[in-house]
């Protein structure tokens, strides 16, 4: 079992930035691939980023990328979105989930790929 909470979410001007925490708890933490969705007002969620266990593989969504950062950090249980250069319409819920996996290298884009979410947090950008 692995249960999520996110952190870091806010208003914010665009061009700036926010950095998102998502905290892990449970032993499986460092043997789960992970990765951020969002859910934009009206929208489906959608993917933004992934990462592996091994955090030596990352992807991201084509417009994310260049602009965000996943990134994790195994011995504090907390993966990471550092995101650059916000546009209004990054405006959404981003959500952090993870996914138990015996593959270092393994990551994941699919929504249904994940076992675990978090209840998400809310990201503004003005404009």
């Known amino acids: 079992q692995v249960q999520l909470v996110e952190s870091g979410g806010g208003l914010v001007q665009a061009g700036g930035s926010l950095r998102l925490s998502c905290a892990a708890s449970?032993?499986?933490?460092?043997?789960?691939?992970m990765g951020w969705f969002r859910r934009a007002p009206g929208k489906e969620r959608e993917f933004v980023a992934a990462?592996?266990?091994?955090?030596?593989?990352?992807a991201y969504a084509h417009s994310m990328k260049g602009r965000f950062t996943i990134s994790r950090d195994n011995a504090k249980n907390t993966m990471y979105l550092q995101m650059n250069s916000l546009k209004p319409e990054d405006t959404a819920v981003y959500y952090c989930?993870?996914?138990?996996?015996?593959?270092?290298?393994?990551?994941?884009?699919?929504?249904?790929?994940?076992?675990?979410w978090g209840q998400g947090t809310q990201v503004t950008v003005s404009s």
């Open positions: 989930a993870a996914v138990s996996t015996r593959f270092g290298t393994y990551l994941y884009t699919g929504i249904s790929e994940y076992d675990y």
């Open positions: 449970g032993r499986t933490f460092s043997s789960a691939a």
């Open positions: 990462i592996s266990w091994s955090g030596g593989r990352t």
